[in-house]
């Protein structure tokens, strides 16, 4: 169960002004309108408990349902151990000491630069992509996955733990894309290898496409459905090349067009309906209004 989820906007270190000011100048919201869906008009009938405490954005459900097992939830200040509970959207719901609101859902895509971390929070008190776009939203939203601090590229925030439990989770095969620079030219042999898959410490992996770049011999795009940590790097060192850099262009179907690295926007309505039909979710009606 990650830690991260649990820590809210007041759990978070302050970061030194002048450091914030610059991270500001390198991270910034490209033109776009925020798209919401009013949670509590949403979720207007009972609800499994569950499923509440992944639409305010503290976990997953069966993250949801740890924690409810273990006696760290309350609903109306009396604990609830029960799985199966459920709970109207007024009720007073606390995860682990943490009071949770059923804000509204709120989607952002991010184009990553370097020397950014992609973690809520940070104990070595770096700036971190969240301190950025939390404030200027106003949101508590979480990054979908991670990408390491040198590799540039798309990641998704959001409140919607569902969607997010989804996108990251193997099963559901997301597809996500990388260009990739290497030191020097990969061979035939080499691209070979990675169409036809190789084993790796942690077990075998097989790309679903690879497609060097008809004007650069030193670039390659390839694209994978698992999301396991420094992926695309330990492929390229098992060929025995080295990578020069890493980007992220394509993640379940959005692309970074226009939109430089560094900044962000909101989603779309039909791309937030077409990633969670991806992952055999519900759309939202984004019609309906807040009381």
């Known amino acids: 169960m990650t830690d991260r989820r649990k820590k ?6 302050k970061k030194r ?10 991270t910034r919201q490209s033109k776009s309108r925020e798209v919401s869906v009013p949670q509590k008009e949403y979720l207007r009938d009972e609800i499994r408990l569950n499923k509440f405490i992944a639409h305010a954005g503290f976990c997953s459900r069966r993250e949801a349902d740890e924690y409810i097992s273990s006696g760290k939830i309350t609903v109306n200040g009396k604990v609830v151990t029960e799985l199966g509970t459920k709970v109207k959207a007024a009720d007073r719901v606390v995860a682990d000491g943490q009071q949770l609101s059923l804000e509204p859902f709120a989607y952002i895509l991010l184009n990553k630069g370097r ?43 959001t409140n919607d733990g569902d969607l997010a439990h989804r996108l990251m989770h193997p099963s559901f095969k997301v597809k996500k894309t990388y260009e990739v620079t290497t030191n020097r030219p990969l061979t ?11 084993t790796l410490e942690d077990g075998p992996v097989k790309t679903v496409k690879v497609k060097p770049d008809a004007f650069d011999p030193f670039t390659v795009q390839i694209t994978v459905h698992e999301g396991r940590n420094h992926l695309i790097r330990r492929m390229v060192s098992h060929v025995g090349a080295d990578v020069a850099k890493l980007k992220r262009v394509l993640y379940a179907g959005l692309n970074d067009k226009d939109l430089r690295v560094g900044r962000w926007r909101y989603l779309k309505q039909r791309e937030i309906n077409s990633l969670r039909k991806l992952v055999k979710l519900d759309t939202l009606d984004f019609n309906k209004e807040e009381e």
């Open 8 to 13: 809210g906007r007041n759990t978070r270190k």
């Open 17 to 26: 002004p002048d450091d914030r000011s610059n991270l500001k100048n390198r």
């Open 115 to 157: 020397d950014t971390i992609s973690t809520t929070d940070d104990e070595k008190d770096r700036n971190t992509v969240m301190d950025v776009v939390e404030e200027a939203t106003g949101r508590r939203v979480y990054p979908v996955g991670r990408l390491d601090r040198n590799t540039m590229g798309l990641l998704v925030l």
């Open 188 to 198: 035939q042999e080499e691209l070979e290898q990675f169409r036809q898959g190789m």
